[in-house]
């Protein structure tokens, strides 16, 4: 098994993820947040890079929510904001959501040329890894990308922290993997900060970032491990359940 | 004081290091080599990006040396490899050296928009850095970037690591200078392999690939610290001592 990573969804050509599986990560908050509301019962995510498009969809069909963020913020005339807090059972059960972030909605259609691609997270790494292993074993994929989505097209620490968990539980199953430079240091950094992320991530930019905005909350609960049992997959432009 | 941090030349725009003062480092072994032919009395260092404009200035002057790689290994009508401990004074001094590499001769090309330019490396980290603090106050310069040449595009432990001990050297003076992702991570590593840089970079892909070229010799040359007292800076397409 080959494991490689990217720092950022603008390091992916198409041609990189061919015949592997993906998981896409935007910890803060995207993929996070996507799991979450698939998790309280959302029908499935339509992630849309622009602003216009998800009203578009409105339009369209009035019964979709619209959420997302610019700026770190909810978008005028949508629904939702960014946060994974926002997408309650109440609010999202049996619902379509048209979703537009910065990073993460780019990250997962960058990731297009993977044969499967699935949204990760902290919440519910374990789960995911394991349904890749066994995917990936039953139908002869050698290769596993995890594609950070990144801020502002740099490298973004706590995607990096999360694609090192991801190689850490993939490393269990697979001790002798091949693992690239990139995948490498996320796991070192992983182990090295496993027990307090917020010890490194309290220094980096988009952490504080949402800090400054408010979203305290959010930090802790898109840092916590492993409390969903579920697994989202993107398929024909649609984030749902596996 | 910022610093930031770049993790392969693909990433830099040349906007990006507008006013700042780069380190360019491509340890195995492109900018170790270039530090250590200067600091054996060659002249001067040109680096070029192909292996034609090196014949070319072959043909126009027969005194200047060739040096360089491809996959690693010398290059057909050179006269030097890439490898530091081909660079000896008997070789090297007073000449002129035409240098062509896979990542490090475009690496310091891609810097061309900072201020000022300066090949770094473990072997001269400290006093490139002590250079680099007290030049920077003088001439008020609020930004420090470190651009690691990586390896094929991608993001490269071994530069990653020396980029980790330029931020800790920059970090002793400037307690509280503005890291971005990236130099906070380069550090957080630097520190944990600190003592034994080869337990991680064992592991990695560059290294290994020169291990089993058989340029052992340069691994352990390349990552021992400070034994030269010397900085060397690129300006006008030229490599020289400051």
Redesign the interface.
Known sequence: MNIV?F?HYKEVASEDLKDSYAIVIDLLRATSTMIWAISNGAKRIIPVEKVEEALLFKKLDESVLLGGERGGLKIDGFDLDNSPLSYKSEVVSGRTIVMTTTNGTRALKKAAGAKRIFPGSFINARKTAEYIIKEALCHDIHTISIVCAG?EE????ED?LCAGYFVHLLKKHFPDAF????S??SY??YK??ENDPHE?LK????YNNLKKLGFVSDLEFCLKKDFVDMVCEYKNLVVEKV
């Open positions: 990573a720092s801020t740099k490298f973004t620490l990096i693992l690239d430079d990139l490498i240091a070192e950094l090295k900060f490194i220094y980096s930019y988009h």
